[in-house]
């Protein structure tokens, strides 16, 4: 069964860093495109990055120049370096990914529906999440 585990979530001071990981389990995740969500209380599960299978990294904009994507192969694993987190970046961090989600299919994404909807409903499995907390 395909797994994928959070980790790294935190209470962390506006300004500071961390450093998030998405461990895959039973299944190669180099070979497929993973993305990062986030959730604030009471709001939409927003995409915020993505990294394709080919290694190209998308960022949406509040987080583009702050967050860096990364995927480390030999641990199967995804990581997310988040800086200059602002009290606005609190979250449920979230890790999916969609098996057929192309570089092509990805920017046509982006493209016509923005991180939202279109982008979150075709993911094929989700992580559990893990909550990352900004204070001033």
């Not at 450093?19 to 009471?42: H, T, V, Y």
Request: glycine share 10%.
């Amino acid at each position: 069964q395909v797994r994928l585990m959070e980790s790294g979530g935190d209470l962390v001071q506006s300004g500071g860093s961390l450093k998030l990981s998405c461990q895959a389990g039973n299944f190669n995740s180099e070979n497929f495109a993973i993305a990062w969500f986030r959730q604030a209380p009471g709001k939409e599960r927003e995409g915020i990055s993505c990294i394709s299978a080919n290694d190209n990294v998308y960022y949406e904009d509040s987080v583009k120049g702050r967050f860096i994507i990364s995927r480390d192969r030999a641990k199967n694993t995804v990581y997310l370096q988040m800086n200059n987190l602002k009290p606005e970046d609190t979250a449920t961090y979230y890790c999916a990914t969609d098996f057929e989600l192309t570089d092509s299919r990805l920017r046509m994404i982006l493209q016509n529906s923005g991180w939202n909807t279109g982008f979150r409903t075709g993911m094929d499995y989700w992580g559990r999440g893990t909550l990352v907390t900004v204070y001033q």
